[in-house]
């Protein structure tokens, strides 16, 4: 076994006593009765015992959990779900875990706006938006990243490693600080500046790997059998890790008073968190906290790296890897996309559609939903919009249904996009004085209304 594996020279001990600030989460006196299951394989059925484990022994399919809604339904109501405090551990009870965490950044409750404004302009009469980038780390992925971590501490891993598009890295630094242990994280070599400062900033070591992101996880895959101590979350961990997403479901249902939306619109990069928005409506309606509902699950990808999109759209079932993806939208690079043929169902089950957007109509859509509800969204957030007024446009969202559009990352880490469209259109600058600005303004307005 390589030496690499050894632990960090400086360890921290448990928190036993879990504070109400900075990173850890308040004690709680409630009676927490997990209603999780186990493992259990998603292709063949075959249940494994818990444990960091992610592909099934019979088939090597992948696992996912299992749980007990039938005991979950005779105990948990929405009155206890509502009075709990607002973060992804209201919802103990639908996620992999067996005892609730005492540290960890705390995660969750993202707002759910209504956007009125972004609504006219694109031809809907009620749109709202779930703003994920509203999470510590500024993106969706502090939910996954919260449950693996809290299994991973458990477990008694030393160090949180992560194969990364770039908002990964972030919410595993993070995660890994919160609980006192040691991040790694690798990325391909041309990730965004931004995505890189901040996995620094919160502690992380970077590894740049040479190669696009599929070449990144291959390279985990690797090292996961090779290093003693090291939690891979979205390898080793996958299970756990990918179903923080659904939390996202739980939440929308909740903020629109116990009822799920006609539409809902997601960025889709391997699928994950787009299969597990359906897996959460699906849970809630089982143990009887939702009605039936039937959602349509409408997905974006860009073209320059959008094997999903591209396989939905040709009417196959079978993904084909893109190799080298080109795209500004690096956050859903990803080329051979493990959850793509569950994607792929999905959107055909539910009536929707999972569609390939241009670049350009990505840079449109973000400066579009900025300039009508003031938020701000990193490029898979444009593809997202862009996805959805390609829906409307082609008739597959009509006017009446009410929408949801999931914004996972915040645009300040995207930024680089926006400057290089920006670039060579800034104005001049002006003398300091009334006249030099009202000259100014004149010939600005002018041109505006030309």
């Not at 050894?6 to 109400?20: K, L, M, Q, V, Y």
């Not at 965004?192 to 919160?202: G, H, T």
């Not at 094997?307 to 939905?312: E, L, N, R, T």
């Amino acid at each position: 076994m390589t030496q690499i594996a050894i632990r960090p020279a400086t360890e921290t001990t448990d928190t036993t006593t879990a504070s109400t600030s900075g990173s850890t989460i308040p004690a709680t006196d409630r009676a927490f009765i997990p209603g999780y299951a186990g493992l259990r394989c998603r292709a063949c059925g075959t249940e494994a015992a818990d444990g960091p484990v992610f592909v099934c022994t019979r088939c090597f399919g992948p696992l996912e959990p299992a749980y007990d809604l039938d005991g979950i339904r005779a105990r948990l109501t929405r009155e206890t779900i509502d009075a709990r405090k607002p973060d992804v551990w209201r919802w103990a009870e639908l996620l992999p875990v067996p005892e609730l965490p005492t540290t960890g950044v705390t995660v969750g409750e993202s707002p759910l706006t209504e956007a009125p404004r972004l609504a006219a302009r694109i031809g809907l009469a009620k749109l709202w938006v779930k703003d994920d980038s509203r999470n510590p780390s500024l993106s969706f992925k502090d939910r996954p990243v919260s449950i693996a971590a809290a299994r991973a501490k458990a477990w008694g891993y030393h160090t949180l490693a992560c194969a990364s598009t770039g908002n990964l890295s972030a919410a595993v630094a993070a995660a890994a600080a919160a609980h006192g242990l040691r991040a790694v994280v690798f990325i391909p070599a041309d990730l965004e500046p931004a995505k890189i400062a901040q996995a620094r900033a919160l502690g992380a070591t970077v590894v740049r790997v040479d190669g696009p992101y599929d070449d990144v996880n291959r390279l985990c895959l690797e090292l996961t059998d090779e290093l003693d101590g090291w939690a891979v979350l979205n390898v080793n961990l996958r299970p756990f890790y990918a179903e923080g997403s659904k939390t996202i479901a739980f939440e929308i249902a909740r903020q629109l008073g116990w009822r799920a939306p006609d539409a809902l619109v997601a960025p889709l990069a391997s699928g994950s968190m787009y299969t597990k928005l359906s897996r959460g409506f699906d849970e809630l309606i089982a143990t009887g906290l939702l009605d039936e509902a039937p959602v349509r699950f409408f997905g974006g990808q860009a073209t320059g790296c959008g094997p999903i999109a591209s396989a939905f759209e040709a009417g196959q079932d079978v993904v084909r890897p893109v190799e080298k993806p080109d795209t500004i939208v690096r956050s859903l690079a990803i080329g051979s996309p493990a959850d793509g043929g569950y994607a792929i169902k999905q959107a055909r089950d539910s009536g929707a559609a999972i569609l390939g957007v241009e670049d350009e109509a990505t840079i449109d859509s973000i400066r579009l939903l900025a300039e009508t509800e003031g938020i701000l969204t990193e490029t898979a957030g444009g593809v997202t919009l862009a996805a959805l007024r390609r829906a409307i446009d082609e008739g597959r969202i009509e006017r009446h249904e009410e929408t949801v559009l999931v914004i996972t990352g915040n645009g300040i880490k995207t930024l680089d996009v926006l400057a290089n469209d920006d670039a060579g259109t800034l104005p001049e600058p002006i003398a300091p004085s009334f006249e030099a600005f009202e000259s100014w303004w004149g010939s600005t307005t002018e041109e505006a209304a030309a």
